[in-house]
């Protein structure tokens, strides 16, 4: 099987690296709790909850208080992870997180589950595509999007030894490990998963793999593409996204609304440092209701609906 179609059984649900990683974290970590807004189950914390029973806080649904219980942990020297749904956590507690988290310094750790159109079926109350756009103005708070579950476990592990806050997204959508050799996970750095001089895509989350597909196909027709992996929001690599710029082309791609994530973060350091011609692909408005990978497909958020968006730009370029 090529990059492109993996099969059902390479597929991984990204929220069992992060309570694996978390529980091997409160192992060797009295200080490790975790948090939840009655979503135990849909957090995957069973067994978290049935190995630590005292190290986890179920709230029920009251994702404001739970921040504040939070915020009252760390200040009691505990480092909880935060989950639930991307959407209830971020939509209903913002101003919280704005003013007990990320304000206040707090070492709290948010993980928002099933960010993105994880929740296709449940319509667009469900969706998650405007938490990034929240969340990025918000000063000290850091902000990663793992994009397969080795990432993911490495954010996790990343977050616990960072001093502050930390959101990250936590996928439900299935996506496979992808290549890597000797990689190594840093906050603040992104990943070059592809050479390229000819464009650039510029991904994250489930998008990388689709991202990856795409430069591929364009391989095939002699447009050698780069592809980078900006999984970490803020901080950003600033360095990484001008080399993408000097391709001359660059396209972003994300699970999230196109408006305040992955591609106005990448926007305001090229219109700055690297000006060049560039797309951003997302969600343009609310998604209707369907599975995520209808509404991938429906918005071209596909390895050719990114394969295209690149000849475009640069059939463009080319035509002056």
């Not at 409160?26 to 490790?32: K, P, V, Y």
């Not at 490495?154 to 050799?181: C, M, Y």
């Not at 989350?205 to 803020?234: C, F, P, Q, Y």
């Amino acid at each position: 099987m090529s990059a492109a179609t993996p099969v059902a059984s390479d597929m991984f649900d990204c929220r069992d690296a992060y309570v694996k990683a978390v529980e091997e974290l409160a192992a060797n970590d009295a200080r490790i709790v975790t948090v939840c807004n009655d979503s135990v189950g849909s957090s995957k914390l069973n067994k978290f909850r049935d190995r630590f029973p005292d190290r986890l806080v179920n709230v029920g649904i009251a994702e404001q208080n739970m921040i504040g219980v939070s915020a009252g942990l760390a200040n009691g020297g505990k480092i909880p992870f935060v989950s639930g749904a991307s959407c209830f956590l971020t939509g209903r507690a913002l101003e919280q997180i704005k003013a007990d988290i990320a304000y206040s310094q707090a070492n709290v750790k948010l993980c928002g589950m099933a960010p993105g159109v994880g929740y296709g079926d449940l319509g667009p109350t469900h969706h998650s595509i405007e938490d990034l756009a929240w969340l990025r103005p918000l000063t000290h708070l850091t902000i990663l999007v793992p994009s397969d579950p080795w990432e993911t476990a490495e954010a996790i592990k990343a977050a616990a030894a960072l001093e502050g806050p930390v959101f990250i997204r936590v996928s439900r959508t299935p996506v496979p490990a992808l290549p890597r050799e000797n990689a190594k996970f840093e906050i603040g750095k992104a990943e070059i998963l592809r050479q390229g001089h000819d464009a650039a895509i510029i991904a994250n989350g489930t998008m990388v793999h689709r991202a990856l597909a795409a430069a591929e196909a364009l391989s095939a027709e002699g447009i050698a593409t780069r592809v980078v992996n900006l999984s970490s929001i803020s901080p950003l690599d600033e360095a990484a996204i001008v080399e993408a710029g000097q391709t001359g082309a660059v396209v972003t791609v994300e699970e999230h609304n196109i408006r305040g994530g992955l591609g106005g973060a990448v926007a305001e350091v090229l219109a700055v440092h690297q000006p060049c011609p560039m797309r951003i692909l997302g969600f343009p408005n609310f998604a209707p209701t369907g599975s995520a990978e209808f509404l991938f497909e429906h918005f071209g958020l596909t390895a050719e609906g990114i394969a295209q968006n690149v000849r475009e730009l640069l059939n463009a370029r080319r035509a002056g």
